[in-house]
């Protein structure tokens, strides 16, 4: 069984920045595509990123394009979001997940495994 951990939420003003980690346990990380989605109240949630297992491939949302990065350190089974030019409208449950597949999605049906999620506010 996987186990996806969140961490480095939090409240940051207009502007600012966070990262995000996602530390994993129960299996092997180092293959598996890694994505980030996010919830604000009364939305779906949405896309916001993911990257491929043995290579750095990434894919981003529009929305987040240019102001987030996301990283993994397979030798910590961790994966990270960076988080720049933090907007109001980025305010929502940042979730991890993982895919035990090769190819990146989009949809979040795609991903198997989930982290309990991480609250992070931006204030205008």
């Known amino acids: 069984q996987v186990q996806l951990v969140e961490s480095g939420g939090g409240l940051v003003l207009a502007g600012g920045s966070l990262r995000l980690s996602c530390a994993a346990s129960?299996?092997?990380?180092?293959?598996?595509?890694m994505g980030w989605f996010r919830q604000a109240p009364g939305k779906e949630r949405e896309f916001v990123g993911a990257?491929?297992?043995?290579?750095?491939?990434?894919r981003y949302a529009d929305s987040v394009k240019g102001r987030f990065t996301i990283s993994r350190d397979n030798a910590k089974d961790t994966v990270y979001l960076q988080m720049s030019s933090l907007k109001p409208e980025d305010t929502a449950v940042y979730y991890c997940?993982?895919?035990?597949?090769?190819?990146?999605?989009?949809?979040?049906?795609?991903?198997?495994?989930w982290g309990q999620g991480t609250q992070v506010t931006v204030s205008s």
């Open positions: 997940a993982l895919r035990t597949g090769s190819a990146v999605f989009t949809s979040s049906g795609a991903y198997a495994f």
């Open positions: 129960g299996r092997t990380f180092s293959t598996y595509v």
């Open positions: 990257i491929r297992g043995n290579d750095p491939t990434t």
